[in-house]
C-alpha cells in the first residue's frame, strides 16, 4: 500500500499519535476501486479488442493492419514485418498480436494478396516468420474498403498519428470473412457467409424483400442449418466431413467440418479406434492442394456403418453455437445475420450516397471556378483601370464584387474572398493563352457529368444495386458456395458402435456385467448399450452395460435392448397370483425407464411366469398344456398355437388360457414368423432409408430381399435394406429388386454413335457389385431406362441425304424380344436420331407387387407414465440363446 492511500475515516482513531484528521480528504472504498477498474477492462476488452464493429466488419487490430497496408501501398508487395512495425504506431498490443491477426486476415482471401508460406488453416500448418512472407492489398479491398473522404478519423493512443475510427466497407465484409472472440463476460461468434449470396442478399434488401442468408465455411463440406436461427444466441449448426466410399475397404475424407484441421481429425480417428469405437486397419493423409484423408477398413467391417461412426465418434462431426454479437454506438448488440446484412446494406448505401454529393460538389466546383475565370477573361476584368490600380487585396476584392455583380446570378454559390485569391495568382501567361472554346467543352463535359451524377442521386437505390452487381461481375469469381447443405438424419451412437465388450452372466446369483469372464457368456456388445433381462418371478427392467451388476437372482433371459425393436416379440404365460386364472400374451419392448422394474403378470401376489420365448423375428411357437387333474375337467391336456395370440403392448393382461392350475407346459413344434415384412422408404432430403414413412415408399422387404440401383452412366448395383446404408445423389433410379420384371433400356453407343434398344431382366448379382449393361466403348452412354410393359417412345429423325426431318413415335417391345443383361440389342433407327421421348409412364412397383396393408399387429403401448426411450445397440449384436423358439418351462 502507497503512502497516498488515505483509508475510510471510520478505520481511523483521532486519538492515536502520529494520526491527524482532515475532513476535506475525499475516501474511496477499495470495492468501489475495484468496481470501477473492473468494469472499466471489460468495456475496453468488448469495445478495443474482442467484438467487431458492424460498420466494418473490424476488430481494432485488424483496421489498423488495413489502414498501415493502405498507408504503405504503393502496388509492391511489403514485408509483413514492417506492415507489423508500421501498424505499432497505432495498436499498442506489441507485434505477435498484430502478426497473428495479419495472418487470419491473410488466410480468408479476401483482403489480403498474400506471397509466401502464409500457412493453412484446413491442415493447421502455422506462417512462416514475419521477414519471410510479404502481402499487399487486393484490388477487391482497394476498391470497397478505402475512401478518406468518407472516412472519420481520430487520434492514435499516443496522439501522434491519425487512424480511423471505422473504414467505410461498401459491403457486407462482417458477414463474408466472420469473426470470433472472446471478451469479458461477452463471446462472438459470427459464421463465414458466401460472398456471391451476400450480393444477392443486399440486393434483396435493396428491392425491400427480407433476406435470408445461410454459412458458407471455406473448408467445404456438409451443414446442417436447419436450426442456424439466423445466427443469434441459441441457435446450432452442424458441420461433417464430406466422405466417399472408394470400395468396401476403403472410406475418403475429402473436406472437412469448420473449426477443425486435418490433423486434428485424424488423431480423433485414431483415438476413436484405440477406444474400440471404430474399427480400422490405418489411415493416411495425403492432403495436398484438397484434402485426401483416406481410412482403410479392417476386414468384415462394414463401410456404411463406419461412415455413421465416423460422423458419432470422431471430429467428422461437429456441432456450432453462433453468438452474433456486434458493436454499434460504442455498445455491443446482439442481432440475426439478415439484420446485420440490412444494416450493411443501407450503410453501403449512405455511403455511395456520400461520395456521389461529394463528387457533384467537386464538379460544381470545377464548373464554378472555370465560368469565374472565363468572364474575367473575356470580359477584361484583369485589365480593367480600377482592378490594375487597387493597391491591396481587400481594395481587389470590393473591385472585383463590382465588376462581377452583374454576373452573380449565374453562379450556383455566392464569390468567396478565396476565390478571388485563386484567380488574381493566375500568371498573366496562362489568362493571355486562355481558349474560351477549349473552356466551354471542358465545362459542357462537367454539366453531363453533373446531370449523371444527380441523376444517380436521384435513383440512388438503382445505383446502390449496380454497385453490388458491379462486385458480382469483376470478384465473384472462384467463389462460389463450397459447402453442401444438407438435413443430417441424427446418428445413434449405440446404433453404430462397435462390438468392443463381452456381456456375461451368472443366472443364479443375479448378476450381469462385462468383467464377469468365468461365468456365463450371452453375447458381444458395446461399452454404451443398455441389456434387458428377464427374471423367472415375471419381473424384467432393462440397465445400461457396467462391468458388474446386480439385477436379480433367477434370470431366465438376457439380451442386448434395442430402441422401438418391434420386431422382437415375446411369447409368455403366467399365473395370476390373486385367481390363480392363466394367461397367454404376446408382447414388444419398445421404450422403458431404465432401472425400473417391470411385470409380465398383473402384478399381483403370487403371480409366477410359465413359459416364456424370446423371439427375433416375431416366430410363433405351438405349445402344449397339461393341466391338474379336477373333478370338474374331462380334457386336461391341449395345444395352445401363439400364432392366434395378437400382439400386444406390454402392459397388456393377455388371453385366458385356464382358470384351472396348470401342470406342465412343453414345446410342441416351431413356428414361422406373425410379421409382416419391413415395410421402407427412402428420404430424399437425408437421402436414407427408413421405416418412418418420410420420403418415397419403396416397399414391403424380408429376407433376402434387395434394393436396385441404376446409375446414369449404365451401370448397377444391389443394396440391401439395411437402414444404416448411405446413398449419395448419384444414382438414376432406386427401387425393391423383382427379378422377373424387365427393364427397357436405350443406349447410345460411344464409338458408332448409333442408338441401341435392349429388353432384358437384372441378373442376380452379390451386393455392393457394379455392373455395367450397357456397352464398355468410352462414350457410350445410357439415355432411357424404363420399367413399363410397353414403352413408346417418340423420336425426331433426319431422312436422307436431304435430312428431312420426321417424327415418329415407336413401340420398343416390337423392335426386339427379351434378351440377356449383356446383349447390345437391336438398331432404335438407321436414320439419324435428333432426340428421344418416353411417352409411356413408370410402373411404381411399390404400389403394383407389394400389397401394403395397415399394420395394426402392433398396437400403441398403452403407457401409465413418462417412458424415457433408451439407445439401440449396435446392429452386429445378436440375441442370447433363450431367443430360440424352443422355449422355456417352469
Known amino acids: 500500500m502507497s503512502e497516498e492511500t488515505n483509508f475510510p475515516e471510520e478505520n481511523q482513531d483521532p486519538n492515536l499519535p502520529g494520526q491527524e484528521h482532515d475532513s476535506n480528504v475525499t475516501t474511496i472504498p477499495l470495492s468501489g476501486l475495484y468496481e470501477n477498474w473492473f468494469l472499466d477492462y471489460a468495456s475496453y476488452v468488448i469495445l478495443d479488442r474482442a467484438v467487431p464493429h458492424i460498420n466494418d466488419g473490424f476488430k481494432p487490430v485488424q483496421r489498423r493492419i488495413l489502414h498501415s497496408l493502405k498507408e504503405m501501398d504503393d502496388g509492391r508487395y511489403n514485408k509483413a514485418a514492417n506492415v507489423i512495425g508500421n501498424t505499432m504506431k497505432y495498436h499498442p498490443h506489441g507485434d505477435a498480436s498484430i502478426g497473428d491477426a495479419m495472418v487470419q486476415l491473410g488466410q480468408k482471401n479476401i483482403l489480403i494478396d498474400c506471397q509466401g508460406n502464409w500457412g493453412d488453416p484446413i491442415t493447421g500448418d502455422s506462417a512462416a516468420a514475419p521477414r519471410y512472407i510479404e ?62 449470396e451476400l450480393i444477392d442478399g443486399s440486393i434483396q434488401v435493396l428491392k425491400g424483400e427480407r433476406p435470408n442468408i445461410v454459412p458458407d465455411f471455406p473448408t467445404g463440406g456438409l451443414a446442417d442449418i436447419s436450426n442456424y436461427n439466423e445466427g443469434r444466441r441459441g441457435g446450432k449448426i452442424r458441420v461433417r466431413a464430406k466422405i466417399e466410399e472408394r470400395d468396401k475397404k476403403t472410406l475418403a475424407i475429402t473436406e472437412i467440418p469448420y473449426g477443425t484441421t486435418t490433423g486434428g481429425l485424424i488423431e480423433s480417428v485414431v483415438t476413436a479406434n484405440e477406444k474400440g469405437k471404430i474399427k480400422i486397419k490405418k489411415i493416411e493423409d495425403n492432403t495436398a492442394k484438397d484434402v485426401e484423408i483416406i481410412v482403410h477398413l479392417a476386414s468384415g467391417i462394414s463401410p456404411d456403418v463406419t461412415i455413421d461412426a465416423l460422423y458419432a465418434f470422431t471430429a467428422c462431426e461437429t456441432s456450432i453455437s453462433p453468438n452474433t454479437c456486434v458493436i454499434i454506438d460504442n455498445k455491443p448488440h446482439f442481432l440475426s445475420v439478415n439484420d446485420i446484412l440490412i444494416e450493411n446494406t443501407n450503410q453501403t448505401r449512405a455511403l455511395l450516397k456520400q461520395e456521389l454529393e461529394i463528387k457533384l460538389h467537386e464538379l460544381q466546383e470545377k464548373i464554378f471556378f472555370s465560368s469565374l475565370l472565363k468572364i474575367f477573361i473575356q470580359e477584361g476584368m484583369y485589365k480593367h483601370p480600377q482592378y490594375e490600380n487597387a493597391g491591396d487585396f481587400e481594395t481587389v476584392v470590393i473591385v472585383l464584387n463590382g465588376l462581377f455583380a452583374p454576373f452573380f446570378h449565374l453562379f450556383y454559390r455566392q464569390i468567396q474572398a478565396e476565390d478571388y485569391k485563386r484567380l488574381i495568382d493566375k500568371p498573366m501567361s496562362s489568362i493571355t493563352r486562355f481558349d474560351v472554346s477549349k473552356a466551354d467543352e471542358q465545362m459542357k463535359a462537367l454539366e453531363e457529368d453533373i446531370q449523371v451524377v444527380k441523376k444517380n442521386l436521384q435513383s440512388l437505390t438503382e445505383y446502390t444495386i449496380n454497385w453490388f452487381e458491379h462486385l458480382r461481375s469483376k470478384y465473384a469469381k472462384g467463389r462460389e458456395r463450397k459447402t453442401e447443405l444438407r438435413i443430417f438424419d441424427k446418428v445413434e451412437a449405440s446404433q453404430v458402435a462397435l462390438a468392443n465388450a463381452k456381456l456375461y452372466v451368472n443366472r443364479e446369483e443375479g448378476f ?3 468383467g464377469m469372464r468365468k461365468d456365463e457368456f450371452v453375447s458381444e456388445c458395446s461399452d454404451i448399450d443398455d441389456v434387458i433381462v428377464f427374471r423367472s418371478d415375471g419381473k424384467y427392467s432393462v440397465t445400461k452395460v457396467q462391468d458388474k451388476v446386480f439385477v436379480g437372482k433367477g434370470i431366465i433371459h438376457i439380451a442386448v435392448f434395442k430402441k422401438g425393436d418391434e420386431r422382437t416379440i415375446y411369447n409368455a404365460v403366467y399365473s395370476d397370483g390373486s385367481t390363480g386364472t392363466s394367461y397367454v400374451k404376446r408382447f414388444a419392448v419398445t421404450g422403458v425407464t431404465r432401472d425400473k422394474e417391470y411385470d409380465i403378470s398383473k402384478g399381483s401376489k403370487g403371480s409366477k411366469l410359465l413359459y416364456f420365448t424370446a423371439n427375433p423375428n416375431g416366430e410363433a411357437e405351438v405349445i402344449n398344456i397339461q393341466l391338474k387333474p379336477h373333478s370338474k375337467l374331462r380334457k386336461l391336456t391341449f395345444d395352445q398355437d401363439f400364432a392366434e395370440i395378437a400382439i400386444k403392448g406390454r402392459g397388456s393382461q393377455g388371453n385366458i388360457v385356464s382358470k384351472f392350475p396348470i401342470k406342465k407346459i412343453t414345446f410342441k413344434n416351431a413356428g414361422v414368423s406373425t410379421l409382416s415384412g419391413r415395410k421402407i422408404w427412402f428420404d430424399e432430403v437425408l437421402r436414407r432409408l427408413n421405416a418412418d414413412e418420410r420420403g418415397r415408399f419403396l416397399g414391403e422387404f424380408d429376407g433376402d430381399d434387395k434394393i436396385l440401383l441404376v446409375y446414369q452412366d449404365g451401370s448397377f448395383e444391389f443394396s440391401s435394406f439395411n437402414l444404416s446404408n448411405h446413398f449419395d445423389s448419384s444414382f438414376l433410379r432406386m427401387e425393391k429388386y423383382h427379378p422377373d420384371h424387365v427393364y427397357t433400356a436405350i443406349h447410345q453407343d460411344g464409338k458408332s454413335g448409333a442408338y441401341y434398344v435392349k429388353r432384358f431382366k437384372f441378373d442376380e448379382q452379390p451386393l455392393g457389385k457394379r455392373i455395367s449393361f450397357i456397352n464398355d466403348t468410352p462414350g457410350s452412354k445410357l439415355v432411357i431406362l424404363t420399367n413399363g410393359e410397353s414403352p413408346i417412345v417418340k423420336m425426331n429423325l433426319l431422312k436422307g441425304k436431304t435430312q428431312t426431318p420426321e417424327t ?29 421421348l418416353l411417352l409411356t409412364e413408370e410402373i411404381d412397383l411399390a404400389k403394383k407387387q407389394d400389397k401394403i396393408v395397415d399394420d395394426e399387429s402392433l398396437p400403441s403401448e398403452e403407457k401409465t407414465e413418462t417412458d424415457v426411450i433408451l439407445p439401440p445397440p449396435s446392429s452386429d449384436q445378436e440375441n442370447d440363446l433363450d431367443d430360440s423358439s424352443q422355449g422355456s418351462l417352469f
Open 512 to 514: 450381469i456385467g462385462t
Open 135 to 196: 502481402g499487399r492489398l487486393s484490388k477487391f479491398a482497394n476498391e470497397v474498403v478505402f475512401n478518406p473522404d468518407t472516412t472519420e478519423w481520430q487520434l492514435s493512443y499516443d496522439g501522434r498519428n491519425k487512424e480511423p475510427v471505422t473504414l467505410p466497407v461498401k459491403f457486407p465484409l462482417l458477414l463474408a470473412q466472420g469473426a470470433e472472440g472472446i471478451a469479458v463476460g461477452l463471446a462472438t461468434k459470427i459464421m463465414p457467409h458466401n460472398f456471391i
Open 808 to 836: 415418329v413415335e415407336q413401340p420398343l417391345d416390337e423392335l426386339i424380344d427379351l434378351k440377356g443383361i449383356k446383349a447390345q440389342g437391336n438398331r432404335l433407327s438407321f436414320h439419324t436420331v435428333k432426340d428421344i
